[in-house]
């Protein structure tokens, strides 16, 4: 029903920047939220940013003022500008996706896509 397909990540040096974009392929149905999670090795997966087709966003506490998600409704597309990169923000970040119901609903990943940042 969705399938998202990630890319941006890569290797970048502390202090630079990256943007990482995830589209939903398939088009098919309306999402609601989609955003973007984190994993680092030997860690629970966590939050980063998610925002809704009405444009309302929610950020975790570490990377508030340094990362921005924006969002086309119409391409379905989400996109992550990371700023100010650390070193503790290297993991595998995965794309998420909400659908808007009520039928069908559901929540879908992408396969993830690797984020290092050396210091």
């Known amino acids: 029903q969705v399938q998202l397909v990630e890319s941006g990540g890569g290797l970048v040096q502390a202090g630079g920047s990256l943007r990482l974009s995830c589209a939903d392929s398939r088009r098919l149905f309306s999402i609601n939220v989609m955003g973007w999670y984190r994993q680092a090795p030997g860690k629970q997966r966590e939050l980063v940013a998610t925002?809704?087709?009405?444009?309302?966003?929610i950020y975790g506490d570490s990377v508030k003022g340094r990362f921005t998600i924006s969002r086309d409704n119409a391409k379905s597309t989400v996109y992550l500008q990371m700023n100010s990169l650390k070193p503790e923000d290297t993991a595998v970040y995965y794309c998420?996706?909400?659908?808007?119901?009520?039928?069908?609903?559901?929540?879908?990943w992408g396969q993830g896509t690797q984020v290092t940042v050396s210091s």
């Open positions: 998420s996706a909400v659908l808007s119901g009520p039928v069908p609903s559901g929540s879908y």
């Open positions: 925002m809704t087709s009405g444009g309302r966003t």
